[in-house]
């Protein structure tokens, strides 16, 4: 099973299924390091923790300095973008946020700028207007400290796409993480070259879904589990080509050796790959893994590029 090299790129570290709490109610001890364990004898070999606010970007590179293999990302979710104007000085917000990204780059830790985008499901939590203009002004920090953007985008392909056009020159790249939408939102985004699709659970719950995943290359991919969310059910289309499984309990019975049942975590992201590789018809999933793992590194490890994603490079998978 290790023999294959992934990375997770995003990990919901900062969640309180981490700390053992659900629903308000301790469980069991916080464990990342029992979950980090499992990690890397899956083969998982980097994992970037996603920040969604100032204070949870702050914990993300706390978190992601306790191991040479944890890296984070430093920005604000579409849904708690109100921050900015509820902070009383926007501004100051902003420049906080550019401190911590530099003081992560320092320290080697962040590695994008996010999780920002636009999510219109849940518009109780930020008015679209709100949305927009502060996804917009991401891109000023992305700009600013030269990082790749993790970005978000759900059920707003359209202002989604109009704003990444108006803005996809200021940045390295991105990548349009945990994708749930349909062919012609695939479609959009795969229009923009330095903007990538990032598959979880959440991807490929439907026979819809695993018909638009079919059309996503395999160069423009990368695979994430979203943990502790978006596993891949027994419900779930993709589940067919799940080939790997773990032992689970359920959180009051919890046991350290174990995953616990219905929390997702970055072991599982081996079940992701599995998926996509059954889905499209891809027999050599150890090729499979290292694209992925170069597509990954070319835009968030892009010193770390071995000999062989150079050779990617050379044959003109080029994201810039």
């Not at 590695?111 to 996804?135: M, N, T």
């Not at 999933?285 to 990954?296: F, G, R």
Request: charged residues 25%; proline residues 3%; aromatic residues 8%.
């Amino acid at each position: 099973m290790a023999s294959l090299r992934m990375i997770d790129i995003a990990v919901n570290f900062t969640d309180n299924m981490f700390k053992g709490i659900y629903n308000g109610r301790q469980c069991h001890a916080a464990d990342i390091p029992a979950v980090l364990t499992r990690a890397w004898s899956s083969g998982v070999d980097r994992i970037i923790v996603t920040g969604g606010s100032l204070e949870e970007s702050k914990e993300a590179l706390a978190i992601a300095e306790t191991d040479g293999r944890l890296f984070c990302t430093v920005g604000v979710h579409p849904t708690r973008c109100k921050e900015f104007e509820e902070s009383g000085d926007p501004e100051r917000h902003f420049q906080a946020l550019l401190s911590l990204a530099k003081e992560g780059i320092e320290k080697g830790k962040v590695v994008a700028i996010g999780e920002c985008g636009l999510d219109y499901d849940r518009l109780h939590f930020c008015q679209p207007e709100i949305q927009k203009k502060y996804f917009e002004k991401q891109f000023e920090l992305a700009e600013a400290v030269k990082l790749p953007m993790f970005l978000h985008m759900r059920a707003a392909a359209e202002d989604f796409g109009e704003i990444f056009s108006r803005n996809k020159n200021r940045i390295i790249a991105g990548v349009a993480h945990s994708f749930t939408g349909s062919a012609a939102d695939r479609d959009k985004l795969l229009l923009f070259d330095n903007l990538f699709i990032g598959i979880n659970g959440c991807s490929l719950k439907t026979a819809e879904n695993l018909d638009v995943l079919k059309a996503i290359p395999i160069e423009r991919m990368m695979i994430e589990t979203d943990s502790p969310y978006c596993e891949i059910k027994s419900t779930h289309a993709g589940i067919n080509f799940v080939k790997s499984m773990w032992p689970s309990k359920k959180k009051e019975k919890y046991e350290q050796d174990c995953t616990v049942k219905g929390r997702n975590e970055p072991c599982l992201v081996r079940q992701v790959l599995e998926v996509v590789a059954g889905c499209k018809g891809v027999a050599d999933i150890d090729q499979l893994s290292k694209t992925l793992y170069h597509n990954t590194c070319r835009v968030f490890f892009p010193h770390d590029l071995d000999s062989a994603a150079d050779a990617l490079l050379a044959s003109g998978h080029d994201i810039q």
